[in-house]
């Protein structure tokens, strides 16, 4: 079990990683230009929304009442906490490695993280109740830590790069940062405090059900942009990218604070956090290597060159 120091470390640098990060995403928001984007593709927006807030929540729970139900208790809680968290931060740097389309994977980011805010304090404590677990919360208290942490951040964020456009640059960068070295040392002294607890679940059948989760992301994404007859590949990519993998910063607040004392739910969150990005990567990596390589940028097409003039005679 983890000690006092090892809990104090867990606990501070995961609340200052989903602080900087959300700080961070408002940084890089251009309001104007991500309503326009959700706007313009309101259709996908909205079927996004319904599949990530009711289709993969419902695949997880009939997942987890059928294929998985003999795992434990805290740890479906932990499934359902990732089940309602969507939008995953580093969805639009995935895309740039895919060489994906990074503009509509930031607006579909913002829809996604703003509307599990409203979502997971409402359909959390339903989904815990459908899978049985012992478990409770509250909707304040699911509710709270998104409004302070989360909400909060991404409000200063915007305001401070509309009050100061020149420091926004460089402070967004350091930003990026802090925000991915507090994840690693959340991660890894995690890891270190219930390094038991990740060798008993081995063998509760858990990390198969882990493995699940992703492929339940990337198989509702691509059925998703198939369903639109969404033809680009870098909009589809961008797409499953987002939808893939689940919000960690949400899931954090959730392990922190309503599910503090229960260690169960922290081990079930990390480790599908971990499968989750390892297997999307690797699907990242894979399209890249498919793309062209003359597309060099996920956020430009790539400019087709004008034949050259025929020579005059003199």
Not at 24 to 48: C, D, N, S, T
Not at 70 to 82: D, H, L, R, Y
Not at 289 to 306: E, F, H, L
Request: aromatic residues 10%; positive net charge.
């Amino acid at each position: 079990m983890a000690t006092h120091t090892q809990s104090v470390l867990i606990n501070w640098f995961g609340v200052l990683f989903v602080i900087v990060n959300t700080f961070g995403l408002g940084l890089r928001l251009e309001v104007g230009k991500i309503l326009g984007q959700a706007f313009a593709h309101r259709k996908l927006a909205a079927w996004a929304l319904v599949t990530n807030f009711v289709v993969i929540p419902l695949l997880f729970v009939g997942y987890l009442l059928t294929i998985a139900s003999s795992i434990p208790g805290e740890i479906k809680v932990g499934f359902c906490v990732a089940a309602l968290c969507a939008g995953m931060p580093f969805a639009p740097l995935l895309a740039r490695v895919a060489k994906a389309d990074v503009s509509i994977s930031t607006t579909l980011l913002v829809v996604l993280t703003v509307a599990t805010i409203v979502a997971l304090p409402i359909g959390l404590p339903i989904a815990i109740d459908a899978v049985d677990a012992q478990l409770k919360a509250s909707a304040w208290d699911i509710a709270w830590p998104l409004l302070v942490f989360m909400l909060l951040p991404l409000s200063l964020g915007c305001g401070f790069r509309l009050w100061r456009p020149a420091l926004t640059p460089p402070v967004a960068r350091w930003v990026v940062r802090i925000a991915i070295l507090c994840l690693l040392v959340n991660l890894n002294v995690a890891l270190a405090a219930y390094w038991d607890l990740f060798k008993e679940t081995w063998g509760t059948e858990s990390y198969i059900a882990a493995l699940a989760g992703p492929f339940v992301g990337l198989g509702c994404g691509y059925l998703l942009v198939s369903g639109l007859g969404v033809k680009d590949v870098g909009f589809r990519h961008a797409t499953e990218v987002t939808t893939a993998v689940r919000n960690i910063a949400p899931m954090l607040l959730m392990m922190i604070f309503p599910f503090g004392a229960d260690p169960l739910v922290t081990v079930s969150i990390t480790i599908l956090n971990t499968i989750g990005i390892v297997t999307v990567l690797l699907f990242v990596l894979m399209w890249r290597r498919a793309a062209s390589p003359s597309d060099t940028d996920g956020n430009q097409p790539v400019s087709k060159q004008r034949p050259a003039p025929p020579p005059t005679s003199a």
